[in-house]
């Protein structure tokens, strides 16, 4: 088997004396989709920080070939890393189309032709952002921001894009959108690695998972096996929540 | 106090007034872009004055050796940090490429008497060694503690300022000194006589600012220096490094003070120690924006240029007093009118 795309070892992140993170490991392979899933406050999106570079850490990353400590968030994004981070981090001030070109700004080099046609695949996958092109970023709706945050990460054409919470306040029918996107893109040979509060969703379109609670990696599996581990399945996807709920009625 | 003393003093207003918002637009471009109050943007200025009025006079030009010193101490500072990030060191050809480029130019401006070159030759070449000169002091300067405090930035600029001063009185002596005007005459409308300096000011940074305008609106560079003021995270997360947008806003601050100082010098005698005072001015304009807008910062900047004209008119002892006691009653407007909160982050 080759290596994988991205091989996370021994992570560990502190915030002063606090570790909220202690030795995670993990893996992504070319073309999967791996979930993290776990609690508030377990230390999900301080690992796709650290990964990215957001943060420093202690540990190995090794992306693509490259095998580093603490990388610089430059070197991520030049190998092909794209993080939507939690709080989105969009260009508050700044047009939908204008976002979208600077998303794209490590190929600032590229006609602007080819630009352009970048942006028109995205727009056929963001239908709903090229209505709202012109609209500066601050005034879309909470949804429309999470498009755009999703769609600014894929102008930077990356080989692996982590979403932190992807769905966080969407419409139920909205969400089945964002996930049929994120299939898709799959389908384009992007791997991605996803946090989600929404564990049963990321655990239907995964191919791995793994559960953090407390800073590490309780559990890990394919997701069709942790989707049917009777701890997951008290802790993240609410059917003991329901059964005492049917028993005390 | 008739007609024709109120245009002229308008005329002297608007003419400072110009200078001041060219200064605030800068002073606005770098605090958003790195959050650092460039207090020696007016080195810029008088720096660029003093260089033309050597050349002219025929005295020496010694503000390569300055740009020489701090483009060698960039390459030291970059071969550190390559040695502490990759394990040995190695230098890097930018590095190598700022040196050289100091160096020639230090050897043209000694050797070469620049006196009977024209002014726009001496305008050029004095811009060839002053935005380098910004984009090496923030490498040397700020780039190390670009993550700090803003008020560890603000005591360093604070520091930067009173060396550069320093400097200047070396480099340039403490007399003062004028340019001659770029063009003879002026242009006559109606009874108003418009002085050619005036003009050239006017026009000059009229221009500027559209050239302003056009490269952040239109030019992608531009929209990236945009977005690193706007969210830092983000900017960095498709890739705009900021250290390159903290180095193209002090090279742009560069680019905008040593213009000042070209077109001021015909107008007002410039000491090695003047810039602070004409950029505080611009500061204030910039106060006035409330450090985010650029066309209210430059409004106040124009309105700074009619108050501090027309106080010299009125009360000239008084007149730096007035014109910053001015800031008071905007500082209380804008305390009373401030709504607090700030978006995410
Ligand atoms: N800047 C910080 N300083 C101190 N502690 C922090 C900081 N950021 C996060 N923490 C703490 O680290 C822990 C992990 O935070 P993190 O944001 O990674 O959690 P999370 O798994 O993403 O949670 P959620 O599901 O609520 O987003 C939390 O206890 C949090 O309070
Ligand atoms: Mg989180």
Redesign the pocket.
């Known amino acids: 088997m080759s290596a994988p795309l991205l091989e996370v070892s021994d992570l560990c992140v502190s915030?002063?004396k606090?570790e909220?993170?202690s030795n995670a490991s993990l893996r992504v392979g070319e073309g999967q989709i791996v979930t993290v899933i776990?609690?508030?406050?377990?230390?999900?999106?301080?690992?796709l920080?650290a990964i990215m570079g957001v943060l420093p850490s202690r540990g190995r990353i090794r992306f693509h070939g490259h095998d580093q400590q603490s990388p610089a968030i430059q070197d991520m994004v030049a190998r092909g890393m794209s993080l939507v981070p939690?709080k989105r981090a969009l260009f508050a001030t700044m047009s939908v189309e204008d976002n979208l070109r600077l998303g794209g700004f490590r190929f600032h080099s590229r006609s602007r032709r080819e630009q352009d046609a970048a942006m028109e695949g995205l727009y056929a996958l963001f239908p709903r952002l090229k209505e709202r092109r012109g609209q500066m970023a601050a005034t879309l709706s909470g949804g429309e921001r999470q498009m755009l945050a999703l769609a600014r990460a894929l102008m930077g054409g990356p080989k692996l894009l982590m979403l932190?919470?992807p769905s966080l306040g969407l419409a139920p029918l909205i969400v089945r959108e964002v996930f049929r996107i994120i299939a898709e893109l799959r389908r384009k040979g992007v791997s991605i690695l996803l946090?989600e509060?929404n564990a049963w969703a990321a655990l239907r379109v995964a191919d791995y998972a793994y559960v953090?609670e407390l800073?590490r990696i309780a559990m890990e599996g394919p997701a069709s096996e942790l989707a049917h581990d009777p701890r997951v399945v008290a802790a993240y996807l609410g059917m003991a929540g329901k059964h005492q709920e049917m028993l005390a009625s | 106090m008739n007609f024709q003393i109120v245009m002229l003093l308008g005329q002297d207003g608007l003419t400072n007034g110009a200078i001041y918002a060219l200064l605030a637009l800068s002073i606005l471009l770098v605090f958003t872009v790195t959050r650092i109050l460039l207090i020696p943007q007016g080195e810029f200025v008088a720096f660029a004055a003093l260089t033309m009025a050597a050349m002219q006079g025929g005295t020496p030009v010694r503000l390569g050796w300055l740009l020489l010193a701090l483009a060698a101490a960039a390459m030291v500072m970059d071969i550190h940090a390559t040695w502490r990030r990759d394990g040995r060191p190695a230098v890097r050809r930018g590095s190598v490429l700022g040196v050289g480029y100091a160096a020639a130019l230090t050897v043209l401006t000694t050797l070469v008497p620049l006196g009977d070159a024209g002014v726009a030759v001496q305008a050029l070449v004095t811009m060839a060694l002053i935005v380098p000169l910004g984009l090496a002091l923030y490498r040397v300067f700020y780039q190390p503690i670009a993550a700090a405090h803003p008020l560890v930035l603000l005591i360093v600029s604070i520091a930067v300022h009173v060396v550069l001063v320093g400097v200047g009185l070396l480099m340039f002596g403490p007399e003062g000194a004028r340019t001659e005007p770029f063009s003879d005459g002026g242009l006559r409308l109606g009874m108003v006589m418009l002085n050619s300096q005036t003009l050239w000011v006017v026009a000059v940074s009229l221009g500027l600012i559209l050239g302003l305008y056009l490269f952040f609106e239109r030019s992608l560079y531009g929209k990236a220096l945009r977005a690193a003021a706007v969210n830092r995270l983000g900017a960095e997360l498709v890739g705009i490094s900021p250290e390159l947008a903290g180095k193209a806003s002090f090279a742009l601050a560069a680019l905008i003070g040593s213009l000042s100082g070209i077109l001021i010098a015909p107008i007002t005698t410039i000491y090695y120690d003047s810039g602070f005072i004409i950029s505080l001015k611009g500061f204030v304009g910039a106060i006035i924006g409330g450090l985010a807008s650029y066309p209210v910062a430059a409004l106040g900047a124009l309105l700074i240029g009619q108050a501090e004209s027309f106080s010299t008119f009125w009360a000239s002892s008084y007149k730096e007093v007035i014109v910053f006691t001015l800031i008071l009653p905007v500082l209380v407007w804008r305390s009373l009118s401030h709504h607090g909160a700030e978006d995410e982050e």
């Open positions: 915030y002063g606090i909220a993170l776990g609690p508030n406050g377990a230390g999900k999106t301080t690992l920080s939690e932190d919470e946090i509060q953090l800073g």
